[in-house]
């Protein structure tokens, strides 16, 4: 990896009032000095269109050796996105399509889908309900261009629940399980969790509610035994990790912390009551407000279906108002967008719409800080020394102009690598 200097940079950090531009020096894809100065080793040389990507002058010597530099001309620079509720393998709206289809259709799809989440400024991103070893190593060699990857590998469904995709009319066979499995019982719990840790999942997904495009189950009732999420998360600990659970009602969300669970993907219908208890349990929350608003506002265009629709409606109105009941519980919120099918081009338009709950200092630690310790990353998310370089240098001061952060351009860096501007 080559250096980078990043010149005349105000760091966005939350909580901190602006200051003065500042120099970020990258040596080796990580932060290696913050402040004014730091580049004065080197010979800058002529810089322009640092915002967009645009750097004039190659790499230039001096006391730091040679660097390339880019010239932020005073605009915000903040840590790359991360995306705790991210679907590559999420091709269609319909289950049944993406059990079905080619596995080697999907991962292509798949590719596409994740290269475009790198090029929006989304550095890391957490794949719950998708992806495979296989994918997961073509990243590592570079065959594709993608953020940092991690994923739990399919969801985990009962029969009858969110991830079973079966047309109850016409039955038939599970699919190919790159997205779900149907798993009953608690014995073959055990052996599909111990499985999927040993081909290296971040994390575990259950699926212990209804959901919105899954066509039988109820919204709000609980799915799974007690003794089957039990298992999953002795499992998932046992291997120093964690279970996350896809859940919005206020039994379902209780029934899966009262079991162990420790992240709560939607939880678009909480209560204080179950809000207060994430908090005292130390669970958190991934509000998946993208979702809801592109299936109301495109919904006929991706075929989801009147039951999908009716489903919707009962989340879409609540999501907002659950963000709120959280924060003032004392639940860590992260950030996530749960976008399937065509609906993945609206990734930003989930900032837009945590920005309008929490405004942008908050929204942008949920998307970054926050995300990263929820995945338990402890070197990525924040602007500081001896992190990973991932960064975006916005093309003015985030916070006179908020907007910036979900329809603006910008430079997307990634371990010290410019990769493109945004579109």
Known sequence: MGNLLIANARVFTAGVPDAEPVDVLIKDGRIAAIGPGVGNGLSHGETRGGAHGETHGGAHGGAHGEAQVLDARGASVTPGLLDAHCHAYGVSLSLDEMEHWPL???????????EAALRRGFTTVRDVGGGDPGLAQAIREGLLRSPRYLYTGP???????HGDGRDPLLGGTPGCGCCTNVIDGPDRMRVRVRE??????????????????????????????????QVAVEEATRRGTYVTAHAYSPAAIKHSVENGVRCIEHGNLLDEETAAMMAAAGASLIPTLAAYDAMDRRGDQVGLTPVGREKNTQVLAAGKEAVKIARAAGVRIGFGTDLMGALEDEQLQGLRLQCEVEGIERTLEAATATNAAIFGLSDVGRVQEGFVADLLVFTGNLREQPELLWEGRRTVIQAGEIVSPCC
Request: without cysteine; proline residues 8%.
């Open 104 to 114: 080697s259709l999907i991962a292509l799809k798949a590719a596409r889908r994740l």
């Open 196 to 229: 999927l840790l040993w081909q290296g999942a971040h994390a575990i997904k259950l699926l212990t509610s209804g959901g919105v495009v899954s066509p039988a189950d109820p919204l709000a009732i609980p799915q799974f035994s007690p003794a089957e999420i």
């Open 155 to 161: 969801a985990l469904s009962q029969t009858g629940g």
